[in-house]
């Protein structure tokens, strides 16, 4: 063992932007190489500096801090670079799990391929990946769709744009939104369509409630969403007779085929030729 840890890069290096990927849940899930960079870096650059001090105080680390988050990433991201040009190091952490994922850190790290300041990812949870192995769904290939919109009409956008997708789909969720967003869904893809609900990941009341959209819809619609959710979607099938559109209006269809890009006629003639009718009939329907 310690032959194979010599040949580890586990030195801190100056001037070198760590992103540390933190516990979603579980304290025990911090890697000792986590604690050795945060215990080792400069400074550490945190989303929410209240948040990460408690994880901070727990592991016996006292470092000083800046924070970074949605609102002050630009000037912020330009400060951190700086230091890190002039050979601090950094770690760098978000709420919970890998940054980049769904948080600013994606922004710190586009910044620094730009200003050619090296970056390295300390490997650890991330909630998505966590939900896909668990959900007894297809995880060879995997959409990642992070959080719908709030907005019922925009949500319902991209979900017509993703009803033809065959591969699992992941989706970030809030309990206060969950309702609507298993409604929409279940109105756009269908009630049948498999999806697994993953809650409270990691934690001590994890739960991976395997069902349908048309389970899920009636399964909150007596209790009351709570906690942290990542939902994984079957992607469609193509075959049975079940195709992406079966759940569309005429109109859906073709705005679907407009979002992909095509003109108007050709999306009328794409819809008509999945429903095996003539471009006219979908043509009077959608005018
Ligand atoms: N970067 C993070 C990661 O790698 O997991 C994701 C950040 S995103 C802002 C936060 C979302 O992740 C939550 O709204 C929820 O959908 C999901 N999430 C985080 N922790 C979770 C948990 N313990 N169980 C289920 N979902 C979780």
Same mark, same amino acid.
């Given at each position: 063992? =310690?032959?194979? &840890?010599?040949?580890?890069?586990?030195?801190?290096?100056?001037?070198?932007? +760590?992103?540390?990927?933190?516990?979603?849940?579980?304290?025990?899930?911090?890697?000792?190489?986590?604690?050795?960079?945060? =215990?080792?870096?400069?400074?550490?650059?945190?989303?929410?500096?209240?948040?990460?001090? &408690?994880?901070?105080?727990?592991?016996?680390?006292?470092?000083?801090?800046?924070? +970074? #988050?949605?609102?002050?990433?630009?000037?912020?991201?330009?400060?951190?670079?700086?230091?890190?040009?002039?050979?601090? =190091?950094?770690?760098?952490?978000? @709420?919970?799990?890998?940054?980049?994922?769904?948080?600013?850190? !994606?922004?710190?790290?586009?910044?620094?391929?730009?200003?050619?300041?090296?970056?390295?990812?300390?490997?650890?949870?991330?909630?998505?990946?966590? *939900?896909?192995?668990?959900?007894?769904?297809?995880?060879?290939?995997?959409?990642?769709?992070?959080?719908? =919109?709030?907005?019922?009409?925009?949500?319902?956008?991209?979900? &017509? !744009?993703?009803?033809?997708?065959?591969?699992?789909?992941?989706? #970030?969720? *809030?309990?206060?939104?969950?309702?609507?967003?298993?409604?929409?869904?279940?109105?756009?893809?269908?009630?049948?369509?498999?999806?697994?609900?993953?809650?409270?990941?990691?934690?001590?009341?994890?739960?991976?409630?395997?069902?349908?959209?048309?389970?899920?819809?009636?399964?909150?619609?007596?209790?009351?969403?709570?906690?942290? +959710?990542?939902?994984?979607?079957?992607?469609?099938?193509?075959? @049975?007779?079940?195709?992406?559109?079966?759940?569309?209006?005429?109109?859906? #269809?073709?705005?679907?085929?407009?979002?992909?890009?095509?003109?108007?006629?050709?999306?009328?003639?794409?819809?008509? #030729?999945? &429903?095996?009718?003539?471009?006219?009939?979908? +043509?009077?329907?959608?005018?």
């Amino acid at each position: 063992m =310690s032959e194979y &840890r010599e040949r580890e890069k586990n030195e801190i290096e100056g001037g070198m932007l +760590y992103l540390v990927a933190t516990p979603i849940g579980n304290l025990s899930d911090l890697s000792e190489r986590a604690i050795k960079v945060l =215990s080792e870096v400069d400074f550490i650059a945190a989303e929410d500096t209240r948040n990460s001090r &408690r994880l901070l105080t727990a592991l016996g680390i006292s470092k000083p801090m800046v924070s +970074y #988050h949605d609102h002050n990433r630009r000037e912020r991201g330009e400060e951190i670079a700086l230091r890190l040009k002039s050979g601090e =190091s950094c770690a760098l952490i978000t @709420d919970a799990g890998t940054p980049g994922i769904s948080d600013p850190g !994606e922004d710190m790290v586009a910044l620094c391929a730009e200003e050619d300041i090296p970056v390295t990812l300390i490997p650890g949870p991330c909630a998505a990946i966590n *939900a896909l192995v668990l959900s007894g769904l297809p995880a060879g290939k995997f959409v990642f769709e992070g959080f719908l =919109s709030a907005k019922s009409s925009e949500r319902k956008a991209a979900l &017509r !744009e993703l009803a033809a997708e065959k591969r699992s789909i992941i989706f #970030h969720e *809030a309990p206060h939104k969950l309702r609507a967003t298993l409604d929409d869904m279940c109105e756009i893809m269908g009630e049948d369509r498999r999806i697994a609900l993953c809650r409270e990941l990691t934690k001590l009341n994890e739960e991976i409630i395997r069902t349908t959209l048309g389970g899920a819809v009636a399964l909150y619609s007596e209790k009351e969403p709570r906690g942290e +959710y990542v939902l994984v979607l079957e992607g469609a099938k193509q075959a @049975d007779g079940v195709e992406f559109w079966t759940n569309m209006t005429e109109r859906e #269809h073709v705005d679907f085929y407009l979002s992909q890009g095509m003109s108007k006629n050709e999306a009328i003639k794409a819809a008509a #030729h999945d &429903r095996g009718v003539h471009k006219s009939e979908i +043509y009077k329907l959608v005018l």
